[in-house]
């Protein structure tokens, strides 16, 4: 967490633009909205059993071609995950300095909320074990300070385009963890399959490239609404967004 709040100051050190104080206006604000996250993830499921001498080995598809199960007659049972995605409530929290009209800075602290995924895995039934639909739980926590240049465009005398490009400092913890479903019959007496990987969590930080396009309305002379659309480089995602409403307070 320490070493985010170094990279955040930096970030407000490299974005600083070299202008004018004649004119300068504070703001804090703050919002939620909804959060996407699709990243590359190379996660597989797996079914054992114990093998007979305190060791596990795959269990095996027993059942004919074309079967509602989705495995192989006579191969491991397995499935494979490539693409994770998932969505949440995200919000994020700022203040910002204006420099006239058309140019300003902010820096906030934002958060992606929890999104999730699963990988599912139907194990057909064994002599020794019933059907059982067990179920791989993936999730990624990102947060994070990010701080930006921000270009806006008065449209009348209330409305204003804005544009904003800089960075976010990150930190993001990937978890899994195996979850039974529902077994099918339930005796009580049957062995069900241990299911591989087991629950796990990988902390990852970083440094990417951020930006976002929306607009302010005006409502008064201290109250401003926001909607904006703010994209994530992070590091090994395809979409990382937050699209949401904002109230700010201009002192």
């Known amino acids: 967490m320490t070493s985010m709040y170094i990279r955040a100051s930096l970030l407000v050190l490299a974005l600083l633009p070299v202008t004018s104080f004649a004119d300068l206006s504070w703001y804090v604000g703050g919002g939620v909205g909804g959060a996407k996250l699709k990243e590359n993830v190379d996660m597989a499921i797996g079914a054992f059993v114990d093998?007979?001498?305190?060791?596990?080995?795959?269990?095996?598809?027993?059942?004919?071609?074309?079967?509602?199960?989705?495995?192989?007659?006579?191969?491991?049972?397995?499935?494979?995950?490539?693409?994770?995605?998932?969505?949440?409530?995200?919000?994020?929290?700022?203040?910002?300095?204006?420099?006239?009209?058309?140019?300003?800075?902010?820096?906030?602290?934002?958060?992606?909320?929890?999104?999730?995924?699963?990988?599912?895995?139907?194990?057909?039934?064994?002599?020794?074990?019933?059907?059982?639909?067990?179920?791989?739980?993936?999730?990624?926590?990102?947060?994070?300070?990010?701080?930006?240049?921000?270009?806006?465009?008065?449209?009348?005398?209330?409305?204003?385009?804005?544009?904003?490009?800089?960075?976010?400092?990150?930190?993001?913890?990937?978890?899994?963890?195996?979850?039974?479903?529902?077994?099918?019959?339930?005796?009580?007496?049957?062995?069900?399959?241990?299911?591989?990987?087991?629950?796990h969590s990988v902390g990852t930080d970083g440094t990417d490239l951020a930006g976002a396009v929306g607009f302010n309305y005006r409502a008064s002379e201290h109250l401003t609404l926001r909607a904006e659309g703010t994209w994530y480089d992070i590091e090994d995602t395809e979409q990382a967004w937050l699209l949401g409403g904002f109230v700010i307070y201009t002192f």
């Open 51 to 199: 093998d007979g001498s305190g060791g596990l080995t795959p269990l095996i598809c027993q059942q004919p071609p074309g079967n509602v199960y989705g495995c192989e007659p006579g191969q491991p049972i397995a499935r494979r995950l490539d693409k994770f995605s998932g969505s949440d409530l995200g919000y994020r929290v700022f203040g910002g300095l204006r420099f006239g009209r058309f140019f300003g800075l902010e820096i906030g602290y934002v958060d992606l909320g929890e999104p999730e995924d699963s990988l599912d895995l139907m194990i057909p039934p064994t002599a020794s074990s019933p059907e059982t639909d067990v179920a791989l739980k993936l999730s990624d926590e990102i947060h994070g300070i990010d701080a930006y240049l921000v270009g806006t465009l008065p449209v009348g005398e209330r409305w204003e385009v804005l544009t904003k490009l800089g960075m976010i400092s990150w930190d993001s913890t990937f978890k899994f963890r195996n979850a039974y479903g529902e077994t099918f019959p339930n005796t009580g007496t049957a062995v069900l399959p241990t299911v591989l990987p087991s629950s």
